[in-house]
């Protein structure tokens, strides 16, 4: 059972770790592991499975307003369990903050111990649709650190409730971080505290939001040193296959996109050209950063193979 973490200590070629999403509810999981299968002569070490938090929103019915608990993408565990079984990779489960009290984290986290599971990345999540601001559960989390500190707490032991003789989990502990800054912190430095107070708390490693200039991971993992922070950080990269990704992703993201990346796009006159120019950008940029000391490369996919089949192959050939 390989852990992010010690795969970041003893590997001799840069991580490889993939981002995929469950599909939507009542949609087979076969186009997904299609996907996957499109990748593995890259040899990923690692595919991250997200989570998406479940919600609820109201509706009229005869007269009067109904609850509905509303859940789009179900199945991280049960997509980690099967992804373990089925390819020679590690997953790394996602768990959030929002939607869950410390005790349904503590059972989610015990239910991924017993898979075999041994990679989180804990994350505080984002606000559901509807809602502009994160509201935590009772008794849950407002923040990823704390959602860091209950897994840290189980490595040693320590359950919600005291327990009898309780067995340590064995737990890599990922957080995210952000180049262009949480949309909600203030400032770069009040992020950059936040990050290290997760980094404090027992994270092992930072995996950064997507960003297309290398200038920007360059200078977030200088900030990180210099605010002591000293855990590997790995950079997010997402390829951009269509013209309309140029104004959805900063939008959905919050991050910024070069103007000659924009430009080269839109001058594009096929499909394929876009698809060309934007994966084969993000391929550069990868070279970037790996030649920079970058210790990985983490893909966010969204269960699409073939722009970061694109991405990979540029960079490494058809095997890696
Ligand atoms: P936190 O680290 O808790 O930070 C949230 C905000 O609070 C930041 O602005 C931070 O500066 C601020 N903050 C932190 N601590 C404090 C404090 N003590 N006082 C005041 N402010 C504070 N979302 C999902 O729902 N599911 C996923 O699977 C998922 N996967 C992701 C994978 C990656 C690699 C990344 C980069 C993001 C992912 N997200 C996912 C999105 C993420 O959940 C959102 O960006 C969310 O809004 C913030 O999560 P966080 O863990 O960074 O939160």
């Known amino acids: ?40 002569p890259m040899s990923p070490e690692f595919i991250n499975v997200t989570y998406h938090q479940a919600y609820e929103d109201y509706e009229e019915k005869n007269g009067s307003i109904v609850r509905r608990p509303r859940r ?12 373990k079984n089925r390819f020679a ?50 008794d849950g989390y407002a923040f990823a650190a704390d959602l860091v500190a209950q897994i840290r707490d189980m490595n040693q032991g320590v359950y919600v409730d005291a327990l009898d003789d309780p067995v340590p989990t064995s737990f ?14 203030a400032n770069r430095e009040t992020d950059i505290r936040h990050l290290k107070e997760k980094v404090d708390q027992g994270a092992d490693y930072v995996v950064t939001q997507m960003f297309f200039s290398a200038r920007l991971y360059k200078d977030y993992v200088a900030r990180a040193r210099e605010a002591g922070i000293t855990v590997p950080i790995i950079p997010g990269i997402k390829p951009i296959t269509t013209p309309r990704q140029l104004e959805r992703i900063p939008r959905t993201f919050f991050v910024s996109l ?15 050209e876009a698809f060309k120019r934007g994966t084969d950008s993000v391929a550069e940029l990868a070279g ?29 050939g058809s095997h890696r």
Not at 9 to 26: A, F, W
Not at 172 to 185: D, F, L, M
Not at 258 to 272: F, G, M, W, Y
Request: glycine content about 10%.
């Open 288 to 316: 970037e950063l790996l030649e920079a000391g970058a210790p990985g490369l983490h893909l966010f996919t969204m269960g699409k193979g073939r722009g970061a089949r694109a991405v990979l192959t540029r960079l490494f």
């Open 1 to 40: 059972m390989t852990r992010v973490t010690e795969r970041l200590q003893n590997g001799d070629r840069p991580l490889l770790s993939l981002e995929i999403t469950p599909p939507d509810r009542g949609q087979s999981i076969d186009e997904l592991f299609h996907n996957i299968d499109s990748l593995m």
């Open 172 to 185: 890599s502990i990922g957080v995210a971080g952000y180049p262009e800054k949480h949309v909600e912190a």
């Open 258 to 272: 070069p103007d000659a990346l924009v430009q080269s796009i839109c001058e594009a006159r096929t499909a394929k």
């Open 72 to 83: 789009k993408k179900p199945g991280t565990v049960g997509i980690c369990a099967a992804i």
């Open 89 to 138: 990779v590690e997953p790394v489960a996602h768990l959030i903050c929002g939607g869950f009290d410390r005790w349904e984290t503590e059972d989610a986290l015990i239910d991924l111990h017993y898979l075999g599971i041994r990679n989180i990345l804990a994350l505080r999540g984002d606000p559901p649709p509807g809602q502009s601001l994160f509201r935590p559960k009772k």
